[in-house]
């Protein structure tokens, strides 16, 4: 429990600095404590009432819990596989915060990523055959950047001309690629030499190169890489401010002359190009292959991380590294147990839950919170700025 | 094609199509009950997650299936009960809690689920059809209609009611005057909370006896995440139908028909691959809301927190 909170601690110092960046207006020297309890309470909340929650299924807590930290942080090789979970997680997060940023609610990021990883992997292996590898990483990553990008175009128009709620659409959006996932893995992109339905294998010296010295993937370079440039984007250009005026008040932002439905189906496609470049990073680095009914679902999860990261795209990276301990930590913490993958899947609603409650806290003292002041008066929260 | 594969056919199809629409029907009224007044539930899915699980674990170990839909409604209403205090009295994002609901719900059926059967799925007894005389003599309809499980028709009648109550009573009116003009519903004196809390823990209530029926009646055992969007469905069905019981009847059977389209496809020699069967639902989702988008309506307050004199 003990190495559990103090991996908290670090993770939501770096949480901190990001958010503490932010409001510099502020400046009390309370608001730091307060966003670090912020960001670490509903995390300790949500363990605890887990820790209750496996007492009372009969088995030891703290076992679960060291199981998890010692398999995802102090072990040689969970730690890379921890390492190399982030980089998915960290271009989804991405796509993510350049949709929430502009209140679109991109929540079918799990079926854009799914198309896409099911086209990378059935042209992948003809493609790297038969092109040097260094250009067929590029069109296979271009591919699955217009893939997912391309899948969110039905919510985007829908929300763009109709204003329809595009949580709905998106939602449906992911049952259906999903599905026509499977379907293309089934049919076309079937390999001949195996007998569960999958897609040919790209051999294991053909994919992505590896950081000299470990079994980490450069595409969590390029996640890194991509997570600096929204944040310099959202924050430092005049795309990115047109995003966020576009979520602080689309009224405003009509009156200043922006497109709203272009920014949004343009904010929307963006978002899906993210977790359409996750699923060529996930493929090509990790797997070289594409299962029938495979699907990792990492995008559920994130919401609370960005959330909790208050969409800020560096306080996502600790945060994420985070949660992929959690996740790679408990795969084997689970097994242990005799539980299911998804216990860690309880955590992250509970953690998502136990935030809202502190944003509640930290609204009545006038604080701020995690939602930007247009999210909030979208969603017509009654803030203390308005 | 001859006259009794076309019987068969529709019967599957109509019988399939009560199957499947039964557990979005009560999803869709308790999302339309929600809706009206105000608060968005987006967390219906976990609800009926919650609602299936429970159902059928009370009906396994009671070995009553009215005893264990009681139960599954019982439990989408304790869920619910998160709605009532996080949104309803806190006034906290009803998206963001929706979500919370929907991932943790998920994950903590799974595991009770695994924590107590392991990897094996106890299957129960199916639930006995009542005929109703006369009626189900009707070819083709007949059989398919007026030969379900009672709850079937316990659905309908509850449709009845709630068309009449959602109508013609006050509490109707109430219940729209939290969704569209909260201010004014509180100027008249009346309690917007309350108004409000009701409405939210009837969805839960209607959620968590859809997937009741859905784990009971319909699969008759119990898969984590088994509903598979079936709440997500039910959302857009409430949505399209405006706020109107009769409305979402047809939408809910409508739906139900499209999910077991293949289902009939197959008993006359057409084979669809389950990715498609799986997958066509939520075409005709998108296809409908495509169609109708300048239709689909929704409350001027929904989503909206209400605190007195903030506007």
Same mark, same amino acid.
């Given at each position: 429990?003990a190495?559990?909170?103090?991996?908290?601690v670090?993770?939501?110092?770096?949480?901190v600095?990001?958010?503490?960046?932010?409001k510099?207006g502020?400046?009390?020297?309370w608001?730091? =404590?307060?966003? =670090?309890?912020?960001?670490?309470?509903?995390? =300790?909340?949500?363990?605890?009432?887990?820790?209750?929650l496996?007492l009372?299924?009969g088995?030891?807590?703290?076992?679960?819990?060291?199981?998890?930290?010692s398999?995802?942080l102090?072990?040689? $090789?969970?730690?890379q596989?921890?390492?190399?979970?982030?980089?998915?997680?960290?271009?989804?997060?991405?796509? =993510?915060?350049?949709?929430?940023?502009a209140n679109?609610?991109?929540?079918?990021?799990?079926?854009?990523?799914l198309?896409a990883?099911a086209?990378?992997?059935?042209?992948?292996?003809?493609?790297?055959?038969?092109?040097?590898?260094?250009?067929?990483?590029?069109i +296979?990553c271009?591919?699955? %950047?217009?893939? $997912?990008?391309g899948?969110t175009?039905?919510p985007?128009?829908l929300?763009?001309?109709?204003?329809l709620?595009e949580?709905?659409?998106?939602?449906?959006?992911?049952?259906?690629?999903v599905?026509?996932?499977? +379907?293309l893995?089934?049919?076309p992109?079937?390999?001949?030499?195996?007998q %569960?339905?999958q897609?040919?294998?790209?051999?294991?010296k053909?994919l992505?190169?590896?950081?000299?010295?470990?079994?980490?993937?450069?595409?969590?370079v390029?996640?890194?890489?991509a997570?600096?440039?929204?944040?310099?984007?959202?924050?430092?250009?005049?795309?990115?401010?047109?995003l966020?005026?576009l979520?602080?008040?689309?009224?405003a932002?009509?009156h200043?002359?922006?497109?709203?439905?272009?920014?949004?189906?343009?904010?929307?496609?963006l978002?899906?190009?993210?977790?359409?470049?996750?699923a060529?990073?996930e493929?090509l $680095?990790?797997? $070289?292959? %594409?299962r029938?009914?495979?699907?990792?679902?990492?995008?559920?999860?994130?919401?609370?991380?960005v959330?909790?990261?208050?969409l800020?795209?560096?306080?996502v990276?600790? +945060?994420v590294?985070?949660?992929?301990?959690?996740?790679?930590?408990?795969?084997?913490?689970?097994?242990?147990?005799a539980?299911?993958?998804?216990?860690?899947l309880?955590?992250?609603?509970?953690?998502?839950?136990?935030?809202?409650?502190?944003?509640?806290?930290?609204?009545?003292?006038?604080?701020?919170?995690?939602?930007?002041?247009?999210?909030?008066?979208?969603?017509?929260?009654?803030?203390?700025?308005e | 094609?001859?006259?009794?594969?076309?019987?068969?056919?529709?019967?599957?199809?109509?019988?399939?199509?009560?199957?499947?629409?039964?557990?979005?029907?009560f999803a869709?009224?308790?999302?339309?009950?929600?809706?009206?007044?105000g608060?968005?539930n987006?967390?219906l899915e976990?609800?009926?997650l919650?609602?299936?699980?429970?159902?059928?674990?009370?009906?396994?170990?009671?070995?009553?299936?009215?005893?264990?839909?009681?139960?599954?409604?019982?439990?989408?209403? !304790?869920?619910?009960?998160?709605?009532? /205090?996080?949104? /309803?009295?806190?006034?906290?994002?009803?998206?963001?809690?929706?979500?919370?609901?929907?991932?943790?719900?998920?994950?903590?059926?799974?595991?009770?689920?695994?924590?107590?059967?392991?990897?094996t799925?106890?299957? @129960?007894?199916?639930?006995?059809?009542?005929?109703?005389?006369?009626?189900?003599?009707i070819?083709v309809i007949?059989?398919?209609?007026f030969?379900?499980?009672?709850?079937?028709? /316990?659905?309908?009648?509850l449709?009845?009611?709630l068309?009449?109550?959602?109508?013609?009573?006050?509490?109707?009116?109430?219940?729209?005057?939290?969704?569209?003009k909260p201010?004014?519903?509180?100027a008249?004196?009346?309690?917007?909370?309350?108004v409000?809390?009701?409405?939210?823990?009837?969805?839960?209530?209607?959620?968590?006896?859809?997937?009741?029926?859905?784990?009971?009646?319909?699969?008759? !055992?119990?898969?984590?995440?088994?509903?598979?969007?079936?709440g997500?469905i039910?959302?857009? !069905?409430?949505?399209?139908?405006r706020g109107?019981?009769?409305?979402v009847?047809?939408g809910?059977?409508?739906?139900?028909?499209?999910v077991?389209?293949?289902?009939?496809?197959?008993?006359?020699? !057409?084979?669809?691959?389950?990715?498609?069967?799986?997958? @066509?639902p939520?075409?005709?989702?998108?296809? /409908?809301?495509?169609?109708?988008?300048?239709?689909a309506?929704?409350?001027?307050? @929904?989503g @909206?927190?209400?605190?007195?004199?903030?506007?």
């Amino acid at each position: 429990m003990a190495t559990v909170v103090t991996d908290v601690v670090s993770t939501s110092r770096a949480v901190v600095r990001g958010a503490s960046a932010a409001k510099a207006g502020t400046s009390a020297r309370w608001a730091w =404590l307060w966003s =670090l309890g912020q960001a670490i309470g509903p995390i =300790l909340l949500a363990l605890l009432v887990s820790a209750a929650l496996l007492l009372a299924l009969g088995k030891n807590p703290l076992t679960f819990y060291r199981d998890i930290v010692s398999q995802g942080l102090f072990n040689k $090789g969970g730690i890379q596989d921890t390492a190399i979970r982030m980089a998915p997680l960290l271009l989804m997060a991405s796509g =993510l915060i350049v949709a929430f940023r502009a209140n679109i609610w991109n929540i079918g990021g799990d079926g854009q990523f799914l198309l896409a990883a099911a086209l990378v992997a059935g042209a992948g292996p003809p493609l790297i055959g038969a092109l040097p590898n260094a250009l067929a990483f590029v069109i +296979l990553c271009v591919t699955a %950047v217009v893939v $997912g990008g391309g899948w969110t175009v039905v919510p985007a128009y829908l929300k763009a001309r109709y204003g329809l709620n595009e949580i709905i659409t998106s939602l449906m959006m992911t049952f259906v690629g999903v599905n026509f996932a499977n +379907l293309l893995i089934k049919g076309p992109f079937r390999s001949t030499t195996t007998q %569960v339905p999958q897609t040919d294998v790209i051999p294991f010296k053909e994919l992505l190169p590896r950081i000299p010295g470990t079994r980490i993937h450069v595409g969590l370079v390029l996640a890194l890489i991509a997570v600096f440039a929204v944040h310099y984007v959202m924050t430092r250009t005049a795309f990115g401010l047109k995003l966020r005026v576009l979520g602080a008040n689309p009224r405003a932002a009509a009156h200043a002359g922006l497109s709203i439905p272009r920014l949004t189906i343009v904010g929307f496609m963006l978002s899906g190009a993210f977790m359409g470049l996750a699923a060529a990073v996930e493929v090509l $680095g990790v797997w $070289g292959y %594409v299962r029938a009914d495979w699907n990792p679902n990492f995008g559920l999860p994130l919401f609370a991380l960005v959330f909790l990261a208050r969409l800020n795209a560096l306080a996502v990276i600790p +945060l994420v590294g985070f949660y992929a301990v959690i996740s790679m930590g408990g795969h084997f913490a689970a097994r242990q147990a005799a539980l299911p993958d998804d216990f860690m899947l309880m955590i992250v609603g509970l953690i998502l839950l136990f935030m809202t409650l502190t944003e509640y806290l930290a609204g009545r003292s006038e604080r701020g919170g995690y939602l930007s002041a247009g999210l909030k008066k979208a969603l017509g929260k009654g803030g203390g700025d308005e | 094609m001859s006259d009794m594969l076309t019987a068969a056919f529709l019967s599957a199809l109509i019988s399939g199509g009560i199957l499947a629409g039964m557990p979005l029907l009560f999803a869709s009224l308790g999302e339309t009950i929600s809706e009206r007044g105000g608060v968005l539930n987006i967390g219906l899915e976990g609800m009926m997650l919650m609602g299936g699980y429970t159902g059928f674990v009370v009906t396994l170990y009671s070995q009553s299936h009215w005893l264990g839909l009681l139960a599954g409604a019982g439990a989408g209403l !304790i869920t619910a009960l998160l709605m009532v /205090v996080f949104c /309803v009295r806190l006034g906290l994002d009803q998206i963001v809690v929706g979500i919370a609901i929907l991932i943790a719900a998920g994950g903590f059926t799974s595991v009770l689920q695994r924590a107590q059967f392991g990897t094996t799925y106890p299957r @129960l007894d199916a639930m006995s059809a009542v005929e109703i005389p006369l009626f189900a003599k009707i070819p083709v309809i007949g059989p398919s209609l007026f030969a379900q499980p009672a709850i079937v028709y /316990v659905g309908f009648a509850l449709v009845a009611v709630l068309h009449w109550v959602l109508r013609s009573t006050n509490m109707g009116l109430n219940l729209r005057a939290a969704g569209e003009k909260p201010e004014a519903l509180d100027a008249a004196g009346v309690s917007v909370t309350a108004v409000r809390s009701i409405a939210a823990l009837s969805a839960g209530a209607f959620a968590g006896l859809g997937g009741a029926y859905m784990s009971i009646v319909g699969a008759g !055992i119990f898969v984590p995440f088994m509903t598979h969007g079936a709440g997500f469905i039910g959302i857009v !069905i409430a949505m399209l139908g405006r706020g109107r019981a009769l409305w979402v009847v047809i939408g809910s059977l409508l739906f139900g028909m499209s999910v077991s389209l293949t289902t009939a496809l197959q008993l006359v020699g !057409i084979t669809v691959p389950i990715d498609v069967v799986n997958m @066509l639902p939520f075409v005709a989702v998108l296809v /409908v809301l495509v169609i109708f988008a300048r239709q689909a309506y929704l409350p001027a307050a @929904l989503g @909206l927190p209400y605190k007195r004199g903030i506007r």
